[in-house]
């Protein structure tokens, strides 16, 4: 073995590499519920805050 390490992407990003066998779910009937929060810049931006009120407003706990 190289090494080991884990992390949490999103599907959209790992699934090819899962297909591909690239990574591995070492437990795939286990789901472990967290908290995730949102957390940005300071900055002025219209755009980051509408992007933010729907990434809040649509967040959904799985």
Known sequence: ????AY???PDLQG?????SGLL???L???HIGV???WHRWS???KLLD???RSIVKNGVIC
């Open 1 to 4: 073995m190289d090494g080991l």
């Open 7 to 9: 992390g949490m992407i």
């Open 15 to 19: 699934l090819e590499h899962i297909r």
């Open 24 to 26: 591995v779910d070492i």
């Open 28 to 30: 795939p009937s286990c």
């Open 35 to 37: 908290k995730l929060y």
């Open 43 to 45: 900055l002025k931006s």
């Open 50 to 52: 509408d992007f933010s």
